[in-house]
């Protein structure tokens, strides 16, 4: 397939993103680019960027809900067998759109928005660990060239958020949950950012409150999760902490993965490097209502 960027983004809401995101793919140029959370139906992304994202040279594999959820794949090296949704995946009470496949330039990438759980052992967490084995079995079913990216809604250990203790008794750190994560890696699937670097400070989602991107006080749970094929090819795997600042961005950043060659090097976990030093002091998560 030759040189390839994949890049995942939870965009939270693609219109309220447009003015961010064509400036982005202008500047970052990725191949394949996975969103979560449009928060579109399928007409109505279309209408609002289907001109914009063919005059760059992509194909749009979409499956959106009017007001929440919503994933996508934009690609430049092919789009082909397009598969909405999760076979034999659980609904709440109905499916929902969270997960997007296609088989773009001989690999086949799936586009996730995991649900949140909301609370540990609801009916919403219970929903949460289901989805996530319905995924496991779709991945496991094959091919051997697979990659899973997008928002999981957990953090895969401690070291992936800034402070343990801030998390007790919340969702996204809780034992099933990463039990159920290590499990679809089980199916043969490579952190790769975390495997590339395995010692570093990184984060993908900041709250927009009380200050958490500035003192860099995140979580790490947009991933990207490939087969053995396809993680023998990446050549650079990183965070776009850029795209997290100025003004009305996403709370997640996009995360990078170059394969077989690296455009800008091998630059490091995060681009640019934080705005400001890690804080020891304690704090508390901000409250605020459950997302879907």
Known sequence: MGRVRVATWNVNSVK??????????????????????????????????????AGRGYEVAVHGEGRWNGVAILSRVGLDDVVKGLADGPGFPHPEARAVAATCGGVRVHSVYVP?????????????????????????????????CGDVNIAPTDADVFDPAAYVGQTHVTAPEREALAALQAAG???????????????????????????????????????????????????DRHARKGTGPSDHAPVMVD?????DGDIGPVVPPPSAPRTRKSVKLPQAEPED
């Not at 495997?195 to 860099?216: C, K, L, S």
């Open 116 to 148: 949140n759980g909301r609370v540990p052992d609801s009916d919403h967490y219970h929903y949460k660990l289901a989805w996530l084995a319905a995924l496991r079995n779709v991945v496991a079913a094959g091919p051997d060239d697979v990659v899973v």
């Open 189 to 239: 699937l490579h952190d790769v950012v975390r495997e590339r670097w395995p010692n570093e400070r990184v984060f993908t989602y900041w709250d927009y409150r009380a200050g958490m991107f500035h003192q860099d006080l995140g979580m790490r749970i947009d991933l990207v999760l490939a087969s053995d094929p396809v993680a023998a090819r990446v050549k650079a795997a990183w965070v």
């Open 259 to 263: 394969l077989d060659e690296a455009p």
């Open 16 to 53: 309220q993103r447009v003015p961010r995101l064509l400036p982005w793919l202008d500047q970052r140029r990725p191949d394949v680019v996975c969103l979560q959370e449009t928060k579109l139906a399928d007409d109505a992304f279309t209408a609002l960027l289907g001109d914009e994202l």
